[in-house]
């Protein structure tokens, strides 16, 4: 019998540290714009980078048909929303949960609107006490130590696949 290689219904992206190197509530300098050249810059004009792969990571599952998400924690909610913006990355993501708070209730709410379980659910996070709790309800959480890459992807949906 062909075992059914078994993919996420939504993968849920953190911010801080998984799509982009800083925390935007006390690293960088929100109001963000880009300047003459298309950089993204915060207030003080330092250029705002984020992981190398990112976009390509983003594009390729969007482009698989992926429902993606974003939950973050943070208190700058306005900062992570521009950057999302200005990073043109608002057309991937399905679902956005920005504000401070427990993960698992920007899962709860994820799960209300998208009517899915947390077990068709997969997660990237740089912090231990986010993948613990989302692992306690059921998600599959993978600890993220250097941003996201691609490789770091695949190994996420392998995983997910491993679980099922």
Not at 70 to 97: M, P
Request: net charge positive; hydrophobic share 40%; with cysteine.
């Amino acid at each position: 019998m062909a075992v059914s290689s078994k993919k996420p219904k939504l993968i849920v992206f953190d911010l801080d540290y998984t799509l982009w190197p800083f925390w935007v509530d006390t690293h960088v300098s929100p109001p963000f714009r880009k300047d003459k050249l298309g950089n993204v810059v915060d207030s003080l004009g330092d250029k705002i980078k984020f992981y190398p792969e990112v976009p390509k990571a983003l594009e390729s599952l969007h482009a698989q048909g992926y429902s993606l998400g974003v939950a973050s924690r943070t208190g700058e909610i306005d900062g992570a929303n521009q950057l999302l913006d200005l990073f043109d990355w608002n057309k991937y993501f399905k679902y956005k949960e920005i504000y401070p708070g427990c993960k698992v209730t920007h899962f709860n709410q994820f799960k209300k609107q998208s009517g899915l379980s947390f077990k068709d659910m997969l997660f990237f996070d740089d912090e231990h006490r986010n993948i613990r709790d989302l692992e306690a309800q059921g998600v599959v959480s993978i600890l993220v130590k250097n941003g996201v890459n691609m490789k770091v992807i695949e190994e996420g949906l392998k995983t997910f696949a491993s679980r099922q």
